[in-house]
């Protein structure tokens, strides 16, 4: 018998159908999350009528009391062996039964999917084919992120088409499509639906970005929103829209997970989730949901306002105007940035007349939007806003604009 622990996301799966395709009948594979997975290992390891199975897990890591019982079993001359490609679980190659390699000789990043096809063909269970080679590579592109960089819209199609078929049909089809030794591609059919899928993905993206709240979490400033699906995209399409965050946090109650991703080469979102008993990319990971990190999550984002995001269509409150740039968020206060005498840029903001100032546009926006989850504000609410605060009428403030922006500076700064 052949036993396999595996992930459920696109990865997890590639090494099922892997060794579906390898093993034929003779595999049972477990599909698992980090919350089923000891439990589930260490229930089939203590079964006596499994010691002459051979275990492999891949893409998930087992705890330590787990990892002990691995190790027994394998001293016992039963069979072991953890495939991984995750930073946090490398501790693992201290053992002979365990392999973890977070990127090749080659200076390619791997995933479970890649470093398991590879020990399958050097062990001689699986021949290589062309359809196997673009299918393993499609998921490394899609699990590394690389096909963002790449522009590979394959490799996110194949994601998506595994949440629109669900695990079980995907993986009868994929099965039947790579053991047919033809070059992988899509059919008319999925191409039509990605389509539709892309549309959905970026509608649900603009309703979570607009739902998203912003607090600061230790030393990191985080976006937290609740979601249950599309998790690397959104994740992703979050921090490119609001680089000032160093990370997004995703916050499934349902799953009781929270998952992590960030943009930027400074954050390690595998080594913070570590300190909630998670792990995964530096880049891309997730922890439990326990009660701790509840109360800091999904507490903490239920109690404060969405964060203010950039207008996008204004004539008159854009950042191009150097005189004077306003920024409110949605507790009503607001704030305006200008370029001053001295070359440096100035915050002016009646809550907080101590803000410093700053050698760029960039660094005092950053500081705005970070301290305060403010966005550039909508002409007609700078419109608004101004009339209130001069007594202007509408069309003289429309008419006279930048004179209207440099009475308000002036009168704030006298």
């Known amino acids: ?48 009528t499994h010691d ?63 470093l398991f096809y590879e020990y399958l063909v050097r062990q ?27 522009n590979n819209i394959q490799a996110k199609r194949l994601n998506d088409l595994l949440s629109m078929l669900g695990m079980d049909e995907f993986v009868q089809q994929m099965t039947e499509r790579l053991q047919a030794q033809q070059m992988f591609s899509f059919t008319d059919m999925e191409e039509f639906l ?27 400033c985080v976006g937290i929103v609740f979601a249950e699906q599309h998790i690397s995209e959104l994740g992703n399409a979050l921090s490119k829209r609001c680089p000032h965050l160093d990370f997004i946090a995703m916050v499934n109650l349902g799953t009781k997970h929270i998952g992590f991703r960030t ?19 530096p880049k891309a990971s997730g922890c439990l949901m326990d009660e701790h990190t509840f109360s800091s999550f999904a507490m903490t984002a239920f109690h404060l306002p969405p964060i203010y ?16 740039i306003f920024f409110k968020n949605n507790e009503e206060q607001w704030f305006l940035l200008f370029y001053d005498e001295q070359n440096k840029w100035i915050v002016l903001c009646d809550d907080d007349p101590s803000i410093p100032s700053f050698l760029s546009f960039e660094e005092a926006e950053r500081w705005v939007k970070r ?31 930048p004179e209207a922006v440099e009475q308000y500076k002036n009168n704030k700064r006298s």
């Open 263 to 281: 943009i930027h080469d400074f954050v390690n979102v595998a080594e913070f989730a570590k300190r909630f008993g998670g792990g995964g990319h």
């Open 194 to 220: 990605f389509q539709v899928e892309e549309k959905k993905i970026q509608r649900y993206i603009r309703l979570k970005q607009k739902q998203m709240v912003q607090t600061w979490i230790d030393e990191y």
């Open 309 to 324: 995001h950039d207008a996008e269509q204004n004539r008159y409150n854009i950042k191009e105007h150097h005189e004077g």
């Open 52 to 114: 002459e199975a051979h275990v492999y897990i891949t893409d998930l890591a087992v705890n330590e009391e787990v990892e002990k019982k691995l190790d027994e079993r394998f001293q016992a001359g039963k069979h072991v062996q953890v495939i991984d490609h995750h930073v946090t679980a490398l501790h693992f190659n201290r053992y002979p039964w365990g392999w973890v390699e977070p990127v090749n000789k080659h200076g390619k990043k791997t995933c479970a999917t890649s």
């Open 371 to 401: 301290h305060f989850a403010a966005g550039l504000a909508e002409d007609a609410l700078v419109i608004d806003y101004l009339q209130q605060q001069l007594l202007w009428s509408k069309e003289d403030m429309v008419a006279r604009y």
């Open 124 to 150: 001689q269970k699986l021949q290589r084919s062309e359809a196997l080679d673009e299918f393993v590579e499609l998921v490394r592109q899609y699990d590394t992120w690389e096909w963002d960089e790449n």
């Open 1 to 48: 018998m052949i036993k396999l622990f595996t992930d459920s996301d696109l990865d997890g799966i590639g090494c099922g159908l892997l060794a579906t395709i390898a093993f034929g009948g003779k595999v049972d594979v477990s599909y698992c999350s980090y919350r089923n997975l000891n439990e589930r290992v260490r229930q089939f390891i203590e079964n006596d």
